[in-house]
């Protein structure tokens, strides 16, 4: 079942200015190995953080480096979390994240689908949904 779905655009050129205003946004940001990406690359994946918040309903207190993006051997993006990501997720019954990424023209967008078995949806101790 889908829980949540989410998505974002980011103007590069724009997110590259505000990266070099402030140079600690990237370790605010981006987990350890993403940090040498080229800035096409950190723009999508700081989309696909975004669009991972929307899917989580914006919980408060995120912590963006608890969400990253790999790699498979070939080359699809696979959303990967721990700490407060991963409890909000689990806490939402989420157990399957889909996202897809893309830059091209100035602009960096992802997609993000979470999918699960939400937690108020099941049983209570009679066997009556919540």
């Known amino acids: 079942m889908i ?6 655009v980011v103007d590069i050129q ?15 940001l ?21 669009a991972t918040a929307k899917a989580l309903k914006a ?7 608890h969400c990253w993006i790999e790699k498979t051997k070939w080359g699809a993006p696979v959303l990967r979390m721990e700490g407060t ?3 909000e997720a689990a806490k939402q ?5 889909h996202l897809s990424m893309s830059h091209d023209g100035g ?4 997609y993000v689908v979470a999918e699960g078995f939400p937690v108020d949806a099941l049983p209570d101790a009679q066997g009556e949904s919540a």
């Open 14 to 28: 724009r997110f590259e200015r505000q990266l070099e205003r402030t140079p600690r946004l990237i370790e605010r």
């Open 107 to 110: 602009m960096a967008m992802a």
């Open 93 to 97: 019954g989420i157990d399957r994240w």
């Open 30 to 50: 981006f987990a350890p190995s993403e940090r040498e990406l080229p800035v096409q690359s950190l723009a999508a994946r700081f989309a696909a953080k975004e």
């Open 3 to 8: 829980i949540g779905t989410g998505i974002d």
């Open 85 to 87: 990501v991963a409890a």
């Open 59 to 65: 919980p408060p207190g995120m912590i963006w480096q």
